[in-house]
């Protein structure tokens, strides 16, 4: 049983364009979502958060947004670089954080020159 | 910087070789840490927790004797894969969260195993 899912595997963007990535849950008992960016054969770099209190949160270029109704969200790149080439994983968990982490299946990003 | 620390970065053994990964948080005290496996092009599936003070909480289908848990002190948690065999090939990552709430959890590097 699947609880956080990615469900595009890939996405390919042209530089200084919007990356926008997707992921849906199943458990209305997360609390609190993160994005990581991930390189191959390291461990996953945090990128940003948002707390099932709020449905927006931004920082610098990356902005994710909560849909709770539909348990959706969203992360977006705005302008995307080549340097955010990477694999992102979206993870939920439970008490703010403080929780083993759920992970979806990842998106590889290819940002374009 | 780095807020884990995980070592060692590679292991390459031979069957049957027990081996030993540590992670450590740099500043700051964590009572639980986890440990995450990888296949490739695969997510990241939770092994087990480890608690501070008391057992490992493992998770369904990871078997605790093969991967023995240790949690030391404050800032350091072990994980040691006993008897390795090539299927326990993988990569394994250690996170630790801070005690406090709606703060990321950091990972450490990450250890590819690679057992011959």
């Known amino acids: 049983d699947q609880q956080v899912k990615q469900n595009s595997p890939s996405l390919s963007v042209q530089e200084g364009r919007i990356s926008i990535l997707n992921c849906d849950y199943t458990n209305s008992m997360f609390d609190y979502f993160l994005w990581y960016k991930k390189y191959p054969a390291e461990g996953p770099t945090f990128l940003i958060s948002i707390s099932s209190i709020k449905d927006k949160n931004e920082d610098g270029r990356f902005t994710v947004f909560l849909n709770k109704s539909a348990k959706h969200l969203s992360l977006h790149i705005v302008p995307s670089q080549p340097g955010d080439s990477a694999v992102y994983f979206c993870?939920?968990?439970?008490?703010?954080?403080?929780?083993?982490?759920?992970f979806g299946k990842g998106t590889k990003l290819t940002v374009n020159p | 910087g780095a807020v884990v620390s995980q070592h060692p970065s590679w292991v390459i053994c031979k069957s049957g070789t027990s081996v030993k990964i540590e992670c450590r948080s740099l500043d700051f005290q964590a009572t639980t840490m986890f440990w995450y496996r990888q296949f490739p092009k695969q997510s990241l599936m939770l092994m087990a927790t480890?608690?501070?003070?008391?057992?490992?909480?493992?998770e369904q289908g990871v078997e605790k004797d093969k991967f023995l848990i240790n949690h030391a002190s404050l800032t350091l948690s072990t994980l040691t894969v006993t008897s390795a065999h090539p299927e326990d090939s993988s990569f394994y990552i250690c996170?630790?969260?801070?005690?406090?709430?709606?703060?990321?959890?950091?990972f450490g590097d990450g250890t590819r195993l690679s057992i011959l």
């Open positions: 480890s608690n501070e003070g008391s057992k490992a909480t493992y």
């Open positions: 993870a939920a968990s439970y008490q703010g954080g403080s929780e083993k982490l759920v």
């Open positions: 996170s630790a969260p801070r005690d406090i709430s709606n703060q990321p959890q950091h």
